[in-house]
């Protein structure tokens, strides 16, 4: 199924949840709703499923409009980041709800939901805790178990709201990969919520960064991390290295450090800030004559595969981040207190043009 959501716009009292957000969810993908708490991602999901109604805009359901439709039109499968399991129900008898209460004509045999949720639960490979009641399971069973009973429905949208927030690191990692294969194998257009930027990074098809009610950029998650179209996305994507200073002819000047401004030739003196992630700053000795920004290396935290150095720019004190493989850091051979030398392998420059940055 295709939705496309068409100028959707969303109050509660003089607080703007959602500003003309228009998207479209491609057929059989997942979809990620990314964005800090209060951006509107989950206002958003609840929309598409039916649970809260748009000011205006539109929900258009495989190009027909859906706005006036109640929840049960619309096949939509909802995990919430809770779980909201019957814990007086067995797992079998969670999972077999959503079939039980449709109506009678609907209904299926008593056969026909045994055979279903039996496979819906070696789909989640839990058909072994059948007999067992929710406080009996861990938390990562608990959320595997909300995905199959949504999934016993048939919906034609599956939707998720944070559906791994509650969980610990290493069990979510775990889930969100399960996910994405479980997707691959079933194809249901998709759209989960999380303002965990590992998570849509790694898992989504698409993704959707949303800040204060309002789309700032869709599209694959390469597109996303390596070519963020505002600095708000840049920002929330991972760490960043800000360099502040004023743009003119093609060049960033900030301190005593020049840096290239591509597609900023004709900018004449305006305020600008570069971003330049971690890993894409070269590190080395420092030489005089060399061109780079000279540092002060003030700690080094090597474990692992990458070497993570804080370091103070000698010309301004602002303290930068930068990340080399660990081989590299020990093979230089740094020591805490030395003076090194920093270029940018990459560098995204945004000018103010009076909005502010």
Request: charged share 25%.
């Amino acid at each position: 199924m295709t939705i496309e959501v068409q100028h959707i716009r969303k109050q509660f009292g003089q607080f703007t949840a959602l500003d003309d957000v228009s998207l479209q969810f491609p057929n059989g993908e997942l979809t990620a709703l990314l964005g800090p708490s209060g951006c509107g991602k989950t206002t958003l999901l609840r929309i598409i499923a039916g649970l809260e109604h748009p000011d205006s805009g539109a929900v258009l359901l495989d190009g027909q409009d859906a706005s006036s439709s109640h929840v049960r039109e619309r096949q939509v499968g909802f995990v919430f980041q809770h779980y909201a399991l019957f814990k007086h129900m067995t797992v079998f008898e969670n999972v077999a709800f959503g079939l039980r209460v449709r109506p009678r004509r609907e209904r299926p045999s008593e056969q026909q939901i045994r055979d279903k949720v039996k496979q819906l639960l070696e789909l989640v490979q839990l058909d072994w805790i059948a007999d067992r009641y929710p406080p009996q399971l861990s938390g990562g069973q608990r959320q595997r178990i909300a995905l199959a009973r949504a999934l016993a429905v048939e919906p034609r949208v599956l939707l998720l709201d944070e559906p791994f927030g509650a969980l610990d690191a290493k069990v979510r990692k775990e889930l969100r990969r399960w996910l994405r294969r479980l997707h691959d194998d079933l194809h249901v257009t998709s759209i989960f919520v999380t303002h965990d930027q590992e998570e849509a990074l790694e898992v989504a098809d698409q993704v959707v960064v949303m800040n204060k009610g309002r789309v700032e950029q869709l599209g694959t998650p390469a597109d996303v991390y390596n070519a963020p179209s505002s600095p708000f996305v840049y920002s929330f994507l991972g760490n960043v290295n800000l360099f502040h200073g004023r743009v003119h002819d093609g060049v960033l000047a900030s301190g005593d450090a020049l840096f290239d401004a591509p597609g900023h030739g004709a900018v004449q003196n305006a305020d600008g800030i570069g971003y330049v992630r971690p890993h894409d700053l070269e590190v080395e000795r420092f030489a005089p004559g060399q061109k780079g920004i000279a540092v002060k290396l003030r700690r080094a935290h090597a474990i692992g595969p990458l070497a993570q150095l804080d370091l103070e720019r000698l010309d301004n004190a602002q303290l930068i981040e930068a990340v080399i493989p660990n081989e590299r850091f020990s093979r230089l051979g740094l020591k805490d207190g030395e003076t090194l030398l920093v270029r940018p392998r990459q560098i995204q420059v945004f000018v103010d043009e009076g909005g502010g940055i």
